[in-house]
């Protein structure tokens, strides 16, 4: 059969849907004519495949001089129209509506969610109050921000894993989640899994620790994280060092993302920054987009209290959020926890807030302390019985060496300020100022002794 004119063939079919359009009701039309593939033409027939074999004798059975008048009434002649069935398209298709699975018409061929949207919030483990609607874009977190969209419209298709990272309090597990309860709410049919990473190592210790059902408790563990279709873990940098979890992890990863499930991860710092990771997580942990969060400013902050006022239904003036969103800079945690407890006291003593009560309300001190890395050493070498020099040089005696993991510890801690940052101040690697921290953090969970300095120190210093 001669082939007329296939260059412009789609834009004859496209007009022909344009005809149809308007004759055929929508769930036939969008079910049935629109996947027609238009091939070819001459003067006696119009070609079109289908990829759905029952569209052959529905379409010549029901619509088949609809179809010949709509070919008619844009080529100005009478075509026999030949549906055929081809394989090669229903494959296609096949592939295609897998991905697409439930946001395709559901009108002719009802397609049964694997779970609704009850049953799924319950078993995500979300937060209702962490979502989208409710999360103030800054500059601080806009790339963040518009990655989970991406993720949250098309889990698995983008950003494999999205990584992301930022100081305490600055919205990861909100966002996070956030892009949960957007898929748990237009894709049904996925399943959406929130977990944090102490749980899953929780997780893997109490599969392992069942002797004998060991196996059999494993391959339950390892169902329960690989079926799902987006998995959130929330502060990832917990797994490190601990080998058994890293391994899940490992193979948790492997089995989601090679079968395009979605990962969402979230730490306090990059996954190179996460000391004793296997470099085989960190170079997976990197495939997909890493984005940081970092502190908000000032209009960002004042967005988020005033917000807040508005869920609360309690008159804030905006100087007070001015003021509270000025004092607590770093954390939004506790730029909630200071603005809940003003509301809570305004609602409770019906006295009109100003600053002076707001002041009392959070413990506000005039004189602020403003811990400065040189304050901190000073202090430290102090309690120590060293000099600061000591501190920021490299012996290695066992005294120096625990007050400079402790001076580098209260840094972090006291200034928020980032780890390169003290890195440059201690003149001191990047790993080795990582390594201290979390050494002192880790040891003082058991050693009173250590503990027992710190505060002393932290007293000093803050006094
Ligand atoms: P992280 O996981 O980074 O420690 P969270 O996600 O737990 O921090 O956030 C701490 C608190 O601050 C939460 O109550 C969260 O809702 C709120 N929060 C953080 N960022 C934002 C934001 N951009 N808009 C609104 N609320 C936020
Ligand atoms: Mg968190």
């Known amino acids: 059969m001669k082939n007329m004119s296939q260059e412009n063939i789609i834009e004859v079919w496209n007009a022909v849907l344009e005809v149809l359009e308007k004759q055929i009701s929508e769930s036939t039309f969008t079910t049935w004519i629109l996947p027609l593939e238009p091939q070819y033409f001459d003067d006696n027939c119009f070609v079109v495949h289908t990829g759905q074999a029952f569209a052959v004798n529905l379409l010549r059975g029901n619509h088949y001089n609809q179809i010949v008048d709509a070919v008619k009434s844009v080529l100005n002649k009478e075509l026999e129209v030949k549906i055929i069935f081809d394989e090669e398209l229903q494959k296609k298709i096949a ?3 897998k991905a697409r699975a439930a946001v395709a018409e559901p009108a002719e061929q009802p397609q049964k969610p694997k779970y ?59 966002i996070m989640q956030a892009i949960g309860h957007y898929i748990i709410k237009n894709r049904p049919d996925l399943k959406v899994l929130f977990i944090t990473a102490e749980e899953f190592v929780n997780d893997v210790v109490n599969a392992l620790a069942r002797g004998d059902e ?36 490992f193979n948790t990863f ?72 000025t004092v607590y800079a770093s954390n939004i945690r ?7 407890r003003v509301t809570a006291y305004a609602s409770i003593n019906e006295t009109p807030l100003t600053i002076d009560n707001v002041k009392t309300i959070i413990n506000y001190n005039e004189k602020e302390k ?26 290695r005696s066992a005294k120096i060496a625990e007050a400079r993991q402790v001076a580098i510890y209260l840094s972090r801690e006291l200034t928020k300020q980032s780890f390169p940052a003290i890195g440059d101040f201690f003149d001191k690697k990047h790993t080795t100022i ?21 505060d002393a120190i932290t007293n000093q210093i803050c006094k």
């Open 370 to 395: 403003v811990y400065t890395f040189d304050g901190i050493v000073d202090e430290v070498a102090s309690y120590y019985n060293i000099s600061a020099k000591d501190i920021k040089g490299s012996s």
């Open 214 to 249: 060991k196996t059999k408790n494993m391959n339950k563990f390892r169902k329960k994280y690989r079926e799902v279709d987006v998995l959130l873990i929330d502060d990832i940098q917990l797994i490190a060092g601990k080998t058994r979890t890293e391994e899940e992890v």
């Open 95 to 97: 592939k295609k509506s």
């Open 254 to 325: 492997n089995t989601l993302h090679g079968a395009g499930k979605q990962i969402v991860l979230t730490s306090d710092r990059t996954p190179k920054e996460i000391p004793s990771l296997s470099d085989r997580l960190i170079s997976r942990f990197e495939w997909g987009l890493m984005a940081d969060i970092q502190v908000p400013d000032i209009e960002t902050r004042m967005a988020i209290l005033s917000n807040l006022a508005k869920d609360s239904n309690i008159e804030v003036p905006n100087n007070i959020i001015e003021f509270l969103a």
């Open 434 to 454: 990582l390594y201290s921290y979390d050494k002192v953090k880790e040891e003082l969970k058991t050693n009173k002794s250590l503990s027992h300095s710190i």
């Open 334 to 340: 506790e730029l909630e926890g200071a603005f809940n």
């Open 116 to 174: 609704d949207s009850l049953t799924q919030m319950q078993s995500s483990n979300l937060n209702l109050k962490y979502k989208f609607e409710n999360f103030v874009v800054g500059s601080n977190n806009k790339l963040a921000y518009v990655a989970a969209q991406t993720v949250a419209q098309k889990p698995g298709e983008k950003y494999n894993p999205l990584y992301i990272y930022g100081g305490p309090g600055l919205g990861k597990t909100h």
